[in-house]
C-alpha cells in the first residue's frame, strides 16, 4: 500500500538549445508511508520537474531516487499523477470513463469499474456529470475529474502537481478539506506540490521549502498541528508565518 | 443544400438549349437522364458502378490498411520513422498516373493491377497523416496513461488511436478522393472488363457525351454520398462529439 520515498541528492537537468538549464540541484528528502509531503516554491524552481523524477517520467541526471527501498521506474502502477495541465483528461473518454482507465488498465470487470467510478466522481462532486466530455466541463470540473481518476485505482503513492491552483477559493477550500479526508481514510504517501503558503500549512505533515536558480531545497518544516486544522486559529497563523519567512529571507 | 445543384443545372440546360455547341457535344440534362435511366434499366449502368466500387473499394481498404499501420509505426518508433520517412516523402509528391504503365507491365490487365494502383497512389497520403497524427499525440496523455498501467497494447488502442483519429481521419478522406482520381483513368489503362472509367472513356470513341455525363453524374453521387453518409457520420460520432474538432 503506502510506500516510502526518499531522494537521495537528485539533480536533474534540462539540455535546451541555449543550453543546460540545471532546474534541481542536489535535493536530498524522505517522505514516510503514508505521510503528506507539501513542495513549495515559486514559480520555476523546479517544481514540476522533481515531481516528474518521482513519476519516473524523468531520470535525475544526478542521484536516485528510491520507493520501498527500490529505484524508480515510470511503469510500476502503484501511483497516481494528478498534473498542472488542464488538458490531461482524455478528450474521447467521458468523465466516468476517465476515472474508469486505471481500473479498466488493470482488467477489473465492467460493474466493479462503474461502482468505483461512481464513488470518486461523487467524492468530487461531479457524479451528475458522469457522461459528460471533457470538453464540455470548466477547467476546475475537469481537474476534479482528474483527482478522481487518480484516486479511483487506489496507488499506495499520489502526486499531484498544483491540482487546486485554477480552483475559485471556495470549491479550492473544499477540496483541499475533501483530499484530506480521503488521505485519511486511505492512507496514501501523497506528494502535493504548491505555491501557496496556506495551503501547504493547511494540507502538509511536512514542507520542502525551495529556492529558484537553481532549485535547491532551503528549508525543510516539519507540521505538528492537530487535524483537522482551522486556517484562522492563532497556531496556523504562526505556522503560516514562519513558513513564509523561510520562503522569503 | 439542392440550391447550388439546381442553379448548375438550370446554367448547362440554357447553354444546351442556347445551341452553342452541338447537341451531340453537350447534351440536354433531358438527354443525359434519359440515357442515364436507359443504361440502369438495362444494368449496364449497375455492372460499370459495381466494378469501380468494388475496385475502389478494395484498393483503398489495402491503402488503409497498410497507411494507417504503416503511418502509426512510424509515429510511434523512431527507427521506424529514419527507415521509411525519406522513401515516403520521395513517393507522396509523384501522382499515381506517372507508375501506372509500370504496374500495367508487372501485372498484366485486368483487377490486379487496377486494385494495386489505387491502393498505391491513395496510401502515402494516408502514411503521412497517420504518422503526423501520432506526432501530435499530447505527451501528457502519453504519460497520463503509462502511470495508470497501460501496456503498449492498450496504449495503441485506447490511447493513440482515438488521439491520432483527426489527423487519421483527414489522412482517410484525402486518400479517397486520390484513389477516385486515379481509378477512373487507371480502369481505360487496364482495360478492366466493367468499370465507370471504362464507361466513359469507351463512349468518347462514339461521342457518346450522355453515356459519358451519366458516368461522370454516377461518380459524383457516389462521392457525394460517402462524403455525408460515411466521413461526416464519423466524424460527428468521434471527433466532434469529443471535442477534437469543430462541426
Ligand atoms: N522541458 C524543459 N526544457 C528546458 N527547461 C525546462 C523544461 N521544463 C522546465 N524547464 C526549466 O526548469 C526550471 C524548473 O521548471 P519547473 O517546471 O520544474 O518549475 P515549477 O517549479 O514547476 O514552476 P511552476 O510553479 O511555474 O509550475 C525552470 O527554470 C524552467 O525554465
Ligand atoms: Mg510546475
Same mark, same amino acid.
Given at each position: 500500500?503506502?510506500?516510502?520515498?526518499?531522494?537521495?541528492?537528485?539533480?536533474?537537468?534540462?539540455? &535546451? @538549445?541555449?543550453?543546460?538549464?540545471?532546474? +534541481? *540541484?542536489?535535493?536530498? %528528502?524522505?517522505? $514516510?508511508?503514508?505521510?503528506? /509531503?507539501?513542495?513549495?516554491?515559486?514559480?520555476?524552481?523546479?517544481?514540476?520537474?522533481?515531481?516528474?523524477?518521482?513519476?519516473?517520467?524523468?531520470?535525475?541526471?544526478?542521484?536516485?531516487?528510491?520507493?520501498?527501498?527500490?529505484?524508480?521506474?515510470?511503469?510500476?502502477?502503484?501511483?497516481?499523477?494528478?498534473?498542472?495541465?488542464?488538458?490531461?483528461?482524455?478528450?474521447?473518454?467521458?468523465?466516468?470513463?476517465?476515472?474508469?482507465?486505471?481500473?479498466?488498465?488493470?482488467?477489473?470487470?465492467?460493474?466493479?469499474?462503474?461502482? &468505483? @467510478?461512481?464513488?470518486?466522481?461523487?467524492? +468530487? *462532486?461531479?457524479?451528475? %456529470?458522469?457522461? $459528460?466530455?471533457?470538453?464540455? /466541463?470548466?477547467?476546475?470540473?475537469?481537474?476534479?475529474?482528474?483527482?478522481?481518476?487518480?484516486?479511483?485505482?487506489?496507488?499506495?503513492?499520489?502526486?499531484?502537481?498544483?491540482?487546486?491552483?485554477?480552483?475559485?477559493?471556495?470549491?479550492?477550500?473544499?477540496?483541499?478539506?475533501?483530499?484530506?479526508?480521503?488521505?485519511?481514510?486511505?492512507?496514501?504517501?501523497?506528494?502535493?506540490?504548491?505555491?501557496?503558503?496556506?495551503?501547504?500549512?493547511?494540507?502538509?505533515?511536512?514542507?520542502?521549502?525551495?529556492?529558484?536558480?537553481?532549485? &535547491?531545497?532551503?528549508?525543510?518544516?516539519?507540521?505538528?498541528?492537530?487535524?483537522?486544522?482551522?486556517?484562522?486559529?492563532?497556531?496556523?497563523?504562526?505556522?503560516?508565518?514562519?513558513?513564509?519567512?523561510?520562503?522569503?529571507? | 443544400?439542392?440550391?447550388?445543384?439546381?442553379?448548375?443545372?438550370?446554367?448547362?440546360?440554357?447553354?444546351?438549349?442556347?445551341?452553342?455547341?452541338?447537341?451531340?457535344?453537350?447534351?440536354?440534362?433531358?438527354?443525359?437522364?434519359?440515357?442515364?435511366?436507359?443504361?440502369?434499366?438495362?444494368?449496364?449502368?449497375?455492372?460499370?458502378?459495381?466494378?469501380?466500387?468494388?475496385?475502389?473499394?478494395?484498393?483503398?481498404?489495402?491503402?488503409?490498411?497498410?497507411?494507417?499501420?504503416?503511418?502509426?509505426?512510424?509515429?510511434?518508433?523512431?527507427?521506424?520513422?529514419?527507415?521509411?520517412?525519406?522513401?515516403?516523402?520521395?513517393?507522396?509528391?509523384?501522382?499515381?498516373?506517372?507508375?501506372?504503365?509500370?504496374?500495367?507491365?508487372?501485372?498484366?490487365?485486368?483487377?490486379?493491377?487496377?486494385?494495386?494502383?489505387?491502393?498505391?497512389?491513395?496510401?502515402?497520403?494516408?502514411?503521412?497523416?497517420?504518422?503526423?497524427?501520432?506526432?501530435?499525440?499530447?505527451?501528457?496523455?502519453?504519460?497520463?496513461?503509462?502511470?495508470?498501467?497501460?501496456?503498449?497494447?492498450?496504449?495503441?488502442?485506447?490511447?493513440?488511436?482515438?488521439?491520432?483519429?483527426?489527423?487519421?481521419?483527414?489522412?482517410?478522406?484525402?486518400?479517397?478522393?486520390?484513389?477516385?482520381?486515379?481509378?477512373?483513368?487507371?480502369?481505360?489503362?487496364?482495360?478492366?472488363?466493367?468499370?465507370?472509367?471504362?464507361?466513359?472513356?469507351?463512349?468518347?470513341?462514339?461521342?457518346?457525351?450522355?453515356?459519358?455525363?451519366?458516368?461522370?453524374?454516377?461518380?459524383?453521387?457516389?462521392?457525394?454520398?460517402?462524403?455525408?453518409?460515411?466521413?461526416?457520420?464519423?466524424?460527428?460520432?468521434?471527433?466532434?462529439?469529443?471535442?477534437?474538432?469543430?462541426?
Amino acid at each position: 500500500m503506502a510506500q516510502s520515498i526518499e531522494a537521495r541528492n537528485i539533480s536533474f537537468q534540462y539540455d &535546451t @538549445a541555449a543550453g543546460p538549464v540545471l532546474a +534541481v *540541484k542536489e535535493a536530498s %528528502f524522505s517522505v $514516510a508511508p503514508a505521510e503528506f /509531503l507539501c513542495v513549495l516554491g515559486p514559480s520555476g524552481c523546479g517544481k514540476t520537474t522533481i515531481l516528474n523524477m518521482l513519476a519516473g517520467f524523468l531520470t535525475p541526471t544526478g542521484g536516485e531516487i528510491l520507493m520501498d527501498g527500490n529505484p524508480v521506474t515510470a511503469r510500476e502502477h502503484n501511483r497516481g499523477v494528478v498534473f498542472q495541465d488542464f488538458a490531461q483528461l482524455f478528450p474521447w473518454r467521458t468523465a466516468r470513463q476517465n476515472v474508469e482507465f486505471g481500473l479498466e488498465m488493470r482488467g477489473v470487470s465492467r460493474e466493479a469499474r462503474r461502482e &468505483t @467510478a461512481r464513488q470518486f466522481l461523487k467524492l +468530487v *462532486k461531479l457524479e451528475k %456529470f458522469a457522461d $459528460a466530455y471533457p470538453h464540455q /466541463l470548466s477547467g476546475g470540473m475537469q481537474q476534479r475529474i482528474a483527482i478522481a481518476r487518480a484516486l479511483a485505482y487506489n496507488p499506495g503513492v499520489l502526486l499531484m502537481d498544483e491540482p487546486f491552483a485554477a480552483l475559485d477559493a471556495m470549491t479550492r477550500d473544499e477540496m483541499q478539506k475533501q483530499l484530506t479526508e480521503v488521505w485519511q481514510e486511505t492512507r496514501k504517501t501523497i506528494v502535493y506540490i504548491t505555491h501557496n503558503v496556506a495551503e501547504a500549512v493547511y494540507l502538509a505533515d511536512q514542507i520542502l521549502v525551495m529556492a529558484p536558480h537553481p532549485g &535547491t531545497i532551503r528549508a525543510r518544516i516539519p507540521l505538528a498541528l492537530p487535524r483537522p486544522r482551522d486556517p484562522l486559529s492563532a497556531n496556523f497563523v504562526e505556522m503560516q508565518r514562519q513558513v513564509l519567512a523561510n520562503l522569503t529571507h | 443544400m439542392s440550391a447550388p445543384f439546381l442553379l448548375v443545372a438550370a446554367a448547362w440546360e440554357a447553354v444546351a438549349i442556347a445551341g452553342i455547341f452541338p447537341a451531340k457535344l453537350f447534351p440536354s440534362l433531358e438527354t443525359v437522364f434519359t440515357t442515364l435511366a436507359e443504361l440502369s434499366l438495362d444494368g449496364i449502368l449497375w455492372a460499370h458502378a459495381a466494378g469501380t466500387l468494388a475496385r475502389l473499394a478494395l484498393g483503398f481498404l489495402l491503402a488503409v490498411g497498410v497507411g494507417v499501420v504503416a503511418g502509426i509505426l512510424m509515429g510511434r518508433f523512431q527507427v521506424v520513422e529514419d527507415l521509411f520517412l525519406p522513401a515516403v516523402s520521395f513517393a507522396y509528391p509523384i501522382p499515381g498516373l506517372a507508375y501506372a504503365p509500370l504496374f500495367v507491365l508487372w501485372f498484366g490487365l485486368g483487377d490486379l493491377p487496377a486494385v494495386l494502383l489505387v491502393g498505391a497512389a491513395s496510401c502515402f497520403v494516408v502514411i503521412i497523416n497517420a504518422w503526423k497524427g501520432v506526432k501530435a499525440v499530447r505527451p501528457l496523455w502519453l504519460r497520463a496513461a503509462e502511470v495508470m498501467g497501460a501496456n503498449e497494447r492498450q496504449m495503441f488502442w485506447k490511447v493513440i488511436m482515438p488521439a491520432a483519429l483527426p489527423y487519421i481521419l483527414t489522412g482517410l478522406r484525402l486518400g479517397l478522393a486520390q484513389a477516385w482520381r486515379i481509378l477512373v483513368v487507371v480502369e481505360m489503362l487496364t482495360a478492366v472488363e466493367h468499370g465507370l472509367g471504362w464507361m466513359i472513356f469507351g463512349a468518347r470513341e462514339f461521342l457518346n457525351t450522355d453515356v459519358m455525363l451519366s458516368g461522370v453524374m454516377v461518380i459524383g453521387v457516389v462521392g457525394l454520398v460517402l462524403e455525408k453518409q460515411v466521413f461526416e457520420r464519423v466524424e460527428r460520432y468521434t471527433v466532434v462529439r469529443w471535442g477534437m474538432l469543430t462541426a
